[in-house]
């Protein structure tokens, strides 16, 4: 790649052309399994009071029949169901995750993917198009989930650490690089795309706090990401620099970070992959949570009777980021707040011996038995682990302290269904069944696996067929 064109200008590039039979079979293989699980997540999310309200929004707004709301019969403007899907996506905590990029990639890359894949179906009479397949399909979603890594290795943390929330940030861009190859968008059009993508944004993270709003932020960048580039295509220009501009440049401004840092965004792009690095999420909470959790499984190994009244003290140490972020007093505010605290998750899981979607049922939320455990756990950040930079940045060590004087200890670094510790296929359709389940009837469930995970394979569905079991018959009731 010519880096003298300048970040943006290479990665619209690689955009337009990158060829699915570029990816390794290993890397098409989990984004099947990254995709099934955002659509169960979706499925599962459409049963949320939150995303209730958003879909009610967006329906109200009328207009043409274009892209499907999922777990509903609602068809909608192509440019308005990546809303409503992706806040069903985010809206339980339960969606994937690049811990370094601090991105959630699916709830942005497969609402815009589908939506545009509806779109150009809807439009391919009378524009003469072919409509999206299930290997183009998949491909944008790859692209979509490469882009946003790349970006958010880049700028997540820092963003991060400014109090911006990253994933919703660099999400826009992945949904205009997924919205840009359905599309067919030259490369002057999807460096308009980024241009404008980049426009949008400067969600905050404290949206974490309380209230539904967190929900919303991956719906709103996978809409943005969407709407800029179908603007594009019909020919309005954007910032052609938009990610190193020195002064007013995405990355300058929401993170703080110098064009000359941006190398690694297009560095080996196409050939070492990230998206095998994103988690596919075993606990329902926010992804800073997870190693205290795991921690915590490994010091019940140590003494099987341990059990709440026997804690005297709970130290978790941690980065300084992680404390940040998840490690601040926890107040009964809602399943948000509770989603992402590491003090309740912890507590759940040593009161309830789970941390499942049970755990954040409303009536658990301010529970005398989960508050008392709270009350004795103590987050603070770790020197330390600092020094070990940001790639290890969910390092934790616990400490349990017993009233019998005992002190047990355990650490972990990698969570359960990251990377390095991976859920395996069985689980991943585990999940999903249990999720879609929610909403769609058994052999829905069975029929939308088994076309997921055969996409862009010899036995590849058609999309519409795909779109058509993401639909119920009737609006779900709250889960």
Known sequence: MNADRGTTAELADWVVGSRAGDVPADVLDTARLLLLDGLGCGLFGSTQ????????????????????????PHRVPAASAPL??????????????HPR??????????????????????????????PVDGRELLHAVVTGFEVGARIGLATGAAQLHRGFHPSPNTGTFVAAATAARLLRLDEAQTRDAFGIAGSFGGYLMAAQYGGMVKRLHPGHSAQSGVTAALLAARGLTGTRAVLEAPYGGWAAAVAGVPPDALGQITA?????????????KY????????????????VLGQDRSLGPDDIEQIDVRCSTLTADHVGWPYRPDGVTAAQMNLSYCLAAAIVDGAVTID?????????????????????????????????RRHLIHLGVTTRDGRTLTATAEHPKGSEQYPLT?????????????????????????????????????EVDALVRGLAADSVPTTA
Do not use: M
């Not at 009071?49 to 892209?67: H, I, K, M, N, Y």
């Not at 409503?84 to 995750?97: I, K, M, P, R, S």
């Not at 080996?268 to 596919?280: I, K």
């Open 49 to 72: 009071p939150w995303s209730q309200l958003v879909t009610d929004f967006v329906v109200a707004g009328g207009g043409r029949s274009e892209a499907t709301v999922w777990g509903t």
């Open 84 to 97: 409503a899907n992706g806040t069903a996506v985010h809206a339980f905590e339960y969606d994937d995750l």
């Open 101 to 130: 990029a601090v991105l959630h990639a699916g709830s942005q890359a497969i609402p815009a993917a589908f939506a545009v894949a509806e779109l150009v179906s809807a439009q391919q009479e009378s524009d003469q198009r072919e």
């Open 268 to 280: 080996d792009l196409g050939t070492a992959w990230e998206l095998p690095s994103f988690s596919v």
């Open 283 to 298: 606990y329902p909470c926010c992804g800073s949570n997870h190693t205290s959790i795991d921690a915590w499984w490994e």
């Open 359 to 391: 755990q954040f049922a409303e009536e658990r939320l301010a529970a005398p038995d989960l508050l008392d455990v709270v009350r004795r756990i103590r987050v603070r950040p770790d020197d330390e682990i600092d020094a070990l930079g940001r790639a």
């Open 425 to 461: 296929p069985t689980e991943v359709v585990e999940k999903f069944d249990l999720l879609a389940g929610r909403v769609l009837p058994v052999d829905g469930v069975h029929t939308v696996r088994q076309q997921v995970l055969a996409l862009g394979s010899d036995d590849s569905p």
